[in-house]
Structures are given as C-alpha cells and as structure tokens.
C-alpha cells in the first residue's frame, strides 16, 4: 500500500511524526527512521517543534508535542457528541423530560460557564430545556455542581464564590457520583445530572435531565 499522499513535504513531516510515536528520538534516530537527509530530518522536526506538534524531553530528544494532545482530546469531544444524541432521547423517553448535555468552558468576560451542547426536548408540552449553545453559569444547577466537584481546587473554590451550593454538597457529589438541585438556576425547574468520563476517568461533560416540579409532584402524587 502506498503511504504517500503526492505532497512531498507533508509525507516527510508525518514520517517524523511517526517515528516518536513509540517513544523519545534522538535526531540520529529520526534519519534512521525516516531514511531522509540529515538536515531535511532537522528543519522539519524544528518546525513541527514550533507548532508544537513535537517537543523535547530533559535529554533534548524529540517527543510528540502538547498540540497532538490536544488535537486528539478535540477529536474524542467530536465522537461524544456525535454518540450522545441517541442517549439524550432515550433519557428523554424514559423520564419524560428534557434531557441535555453541558461542557464546562471560560466565558467572554472571564467567568466559567458552562455550554448546552446538545438536546433532546419533550415532544409536547412545557419544554424545561436550554436551546444548544446556551451559556449558563456555573453558580447552580446539577450539571453545574457535577462540573465543578473533580475540578481542579483553584477552579473548585473559584467556582464556589458566588454558588448557590456549597464545597459540602460538591463533597457529598463526589461519594454518591450525581447531583440534584430544585430551582436551584430557574424557579419551578428541577435537575438531576451524572458525570460524562473520558480517559484517565476525566469528567469531561455532565448530562442532564430537567422538568416541572409541579410535573413531577402531580407524578409522586398519582403514585402515591
């Protein structure tokens, strides 16, 4: 099979790349990796250095770079929403309720907030939901206090500053792994989220459901 794309300098940037996929290289390694000319084998990796796509380690030798770290976190955010959707809706279905799914992110003004970045509404009725790309802020709600509770302590106190909720309800967060909050960021509306993990076990997003307090007292009721 052909691994070349017919872009010469291209070929030769990926080729480098490759070769520190398994571990530090030493420039000597890089050529005898590669099979390119000394100096082709120097200019390219200190332009991928620049771009931070390589790096080097104590020893001075060549290491995948933080942008590659990053490119790949962008491409797992892609692949989750891509399979959230199905179970947002069959949150929906079972509960009856709106169900979302939130991503903490810095806002324009310097404050957190967090992002609806995808949906499913009730079908008919009072719709509880928040429209996708809706910034809330990270002082209430459930998702709000999942997002916040494995933060890192400077963003955890930060976050506590102005919040509805406390470091006692984020602990008591962490031990049962949800939260719940009762018009805790909107009169009448009450929510239930759950920790999204990616690798290493990273909280990475929150998905939620949300509806009526009247809604679901007229339920207990009716069960009762």
């Given at each position: 099979m052909d691994n070349t794309s017919g872009v010469g300098v291209l070929d030769k940037a990926v080729s480098v790349l490759a070769a520190v996929e398994s571990g530090p290289a030493t420039l000597a390694q890089l050529v005898a990796a590669t099979g390119l000319a000394r100096p082709t084998t120097h200019r390219i990796a200190v332009a991928l250095e620049h771009h931070r796509l390589l790096a080097r380690d104590v020893q001075g030798r060549f290491i995948l770079g933080p942008r590659v770290a990053e490119l790949a976190s962008a491409a797992g955010e892609d692949r989750l929403l891509a399979v959230s959707q199905p179970v947002l809706i069959q949150l929906r279905d079972v509960t009856g309720e709106s169900a979302q799914l939130y991503r903490f992110a810095g806002g324009r003004s310097g404050a957190d907030v967090r992002v609806c970045v995808a949906a499913a509404e009730r079908a008919s009725g009072l719709r509880d939901t928040v429209p996708v790309g809706a910034a809330l802020p990270m002082t209430a709600g459930s998702a709000a206090q999942?997002?916040?509770?494995?933060?890192?302590?400077?963003?955890?106190?930060?976050?506590?500053?102005?919040?509805?909720?406390?470091?006692?309800?984020?602990?008591?967060?962490r031990r049962r792994g949800w939260a719940a909050s009762v018009a805790e960021r909107e009169p009448g509306v009450a929510s239930v989220s759950?920790?999204?993990?990616?690798?290493?076990?990273?909280?990475?997003?929150?998905?939620?459901?949300?509806?009526?307090?009247?809604?679901?007292?007229?339920?207990a009721t009716a069960i009762n």
């Amino acid at each position: 099979m052909d691994n070349t794309s017919g872009v010469g300098v291209l070929d030769k940037a990926v080729s480098v790349l490759a070769a520190v996929e398994s571990g530090p290289a030493t420039l000597a390694q890089l050529v005898a990796a590669t099979g390119l000319a000394r100096p082709t084998t120097h200019r390219i990796a200190v332009a991928l250095e620049h771009h931070r796509l390589l790096a080097r380690d104590v020893q001075g030798r060549f290491i995948l770079g933080p942008r590659v770290a990053e490119l790949a976190s962008a491409a797992g955010e892609d692949r989750l929403l891509a399979v959230s959707q199905p179970v947002l809706i069959q949150l929906r279905d079972v509960t009856g309720e709106s169900a979302q799914l939130y991503r903490f992110a810095g806002g324009r003004s310097g404050a957190d907030v967090r992002v609806c970045v995808a949906a499913a509404e009730r079908a008919s009725g009072l719709r509880d939901t928040v429209p996708v790309g809706a910034a809330l802020p990270m002082t209430a709600g459930s998702a709000a206090q999942i997002l916040l509770a494995w933060e890192e302590p400077e963003r955890l106190h930060r976050g506590l500053r102005a919040a509805k909720f406390s470091a006692t309800a984020l602990a008591q967060v962490r031990r049962r792994g949800w939260a719940a909050s009762v018009a805790e960021r909107e009169p009448g509306v009450a929510s239930v989220s759950a920790p999204v993990r990616g690798q290493g076990g990273k909280v990475i997003a929150a998905a939620s459901v949300s509806g009526s307090i009247d809604r679901r007292s007229e339920r207990a009721t009716a069960i009762n």
